[in-house]
Nanobody, 119 residues
């Protein structure tokens, strides 16, 4: 089972980016999917997560600026980030709780994608 992120990059303050993550492999079902981030010298922190039923949690810093969505049929989760600030600069990681076809439940991380907000 693997997660692959895309969509990071360099953006000006006030700009937008859309991150995408797709899960692949021997997947039976996916429960929660989410995004975390880790800035320089900081601990990894939750950005947003969404359950298979559509329940969503956002970190306070993400509320009103970021929107998480998922496509259960395609095993994808996306994060639309607007009004980006320099303090949003971090490596963004996709995470999913996946039940495999062998009925093992795994907490899986993607490799991360760099988001840099700078003028």
């Amino acid at each position: 089972v693997q997660l692959a992120e895309s969509g990071g990059g360099l953006v000006l303050p006030g700009g937008s980016l859309r991150l995408s993550c797709v899960a692949s492999g021997s997947i039976f079902s996916i429960n929660a999917m989410g995004w975390y981030r880790q800035g320089p010298g900081t601990q990894r922190e939750l950005v947003a997560r969404i359950t298979s039923g559509g329940s969503i949690d956002y970190a306070d810093f993400a509320k009103g600026r970021f929107t998480i969505s998922r496509d259960n049929a395609k095993n994808t989760v996306a994060l639309q980030m607007n009004s980006l600030k320099p303090e949003d600069t971090a490596v963004y990681f996709c995470r999913a709780t996946i039940t495999t076809t062998g009925r093992a439940t795994l907490g899986t991380w993607g490799q991360g994608t760099q988001v840099t907000v700078s003028s």
